[in-house]
């Protein structure tokens, strides 16, 4: 039976926790679709194993780019099948609480919770994705203390600093790990005259990638397809021609940081120097990022233990605990649930 649910729905995966289950779906956030009769053929890890290998009348698309809805409909089926398998149906609907970047709009944010509703959700309320991760990762929001969360999605890169339960300094970009992946296509075609995928560019970003000197010393063979003659051909990249390749996103993601901590009252400087900044997110494995970091802003910086997972936790704990969303929502929306399951009891 389905009771309230958390998604983290992500550009790059959506994530689904049950209430009193945990995290019951971890899936990446791609949808395959006939277009010519509009069924969905696979959702998830199926799907994306099908990007870039369809006929014509097959797309295997990701429906949020950088954090947003760039198809209303097929975003809608996905969230459909992602409610089904948590229990959803038409005869048991749940609240549902939906992790989105802090940086969409509104007219962005009535998207999700429409889709969501379209979607088979009994109500839909939405939770910014840093705080939803200040909460996974444990932190004391709710104490007079300074807490700095940088958050590096798929699409998006977010750095917050929250005390007593609210945002005090925040700043956001719509650049993420994805744009890492494009960095390294470009570079590629640019120097090599190569044509990647994009599955190829993010497994070079996993072998090879970082965000400063690791004294790394590997090279890879890359295939692709040679742009002058359009027939397969090779490439070999070192760990220094990809840092290089995804200089100019990494730069923007820790300007963004450092341009959040310009902003802080400078009362809760002494809190950030011991409490340092914590890295969530995909983006945030990326390899010497917390160095970094901490280089170019003088904070020690923590990579936490859930990085993939510590957002859709941290909306799980808020369904589970009254006093969070109390803080959180307000007293209204806590409320309008407990009104709301009165009722179908």
């Known amino acids: 039976m389905a009771r309230g649910l958390a998604i983290d729905l992500g550009t790059a995966n959506t994530l689904v926790y049950a209430e009193g289950r945990g995290i019951v779906l971890d899936e990446p956030s791609v949808i395959a679709v006939n277009t010519r009769t509009g069924d969905v053929l696979a959702m998830g890890h199926d799907a994306r194993q099908m990007i870039g290998r369809t006929p014509g009348h097959i797309v295997a698309v990701r429906p949020l780019r950088h954090g947003a809805i760039t198809d209303f ?122 044509a990647l995928g994009e599955r190829t560019a993010e497994e070079i970003k996993i072998a090879l990638g970082s965000a400063t000197d690791l004294d790394d010393h590997r090279k890879v063979e890359v295939r692709g397809r040679e742009l002058a003659t359009g027939m397969p051909a090779t490439a070999v990249l070192s760990p220094d021609d990809v840092r290089e390749a995804m200089s100019e996103p990494v730069s923007a993601i820790v300007g963004s940081v450092l341009s959040c901590l310009g902003h802080a009252p ?46 859709v936790l941290g909306a799980g704990r808020c369904l589970e605990n009254a006093d969070t969303l109390d803080a959180l929502f307000g007293m209204s929306w806590v409320d309008h649930r407990r009104l709301s399951a009165l009722r179908r009891h």
């Open 73 to 194: 409909n097929i975003t809608q089926r996905m969230i459909r099948l992602v409610l089904e398998r948590a229990g959803v149906s038409r005869f048991n609907r749940a609240t549902v609480v939906v992790c989105v970047p802090s940086a969409i709009t509104e007219v962005e944010r009535r998207a999700v919770v429409e889709a969501a509703r379209r979607a088979g959700a009994g109500e839909a309320h939405l939770i910014d994705q840093p705080v939803a991760a200040a909460v996974g990762a444990g932190l004391p929001i709710h104490e007079p203390l300074g807490n700095m969360v940088v958050d590096v999605g798929g699409g998006t890169s977010e750095s917050v600093v929250i005390s007593l339960g609210g945002v005090v300094a925040l700043q956001a970009l719509r650049i993420g790990s994805f744009d890492f992946d494009a960095a390294i296509q470009s570079y590629v075609r640019r120097e090599h005259g190569l």
């Open 266 to 311: 400078p009362d809760l400087a002494h809190d950030l120097i011991d409490q340092g900044i914590h890295l969530v997110g995909g983006g945030a494995l990326l390899g010497g990022l917390d160095q970094r970091l901490a280089d170019e802003c003088g904070l020690p910086v923590r990579l936490v233990d859930a990085p993939l997972e510590s957002v």
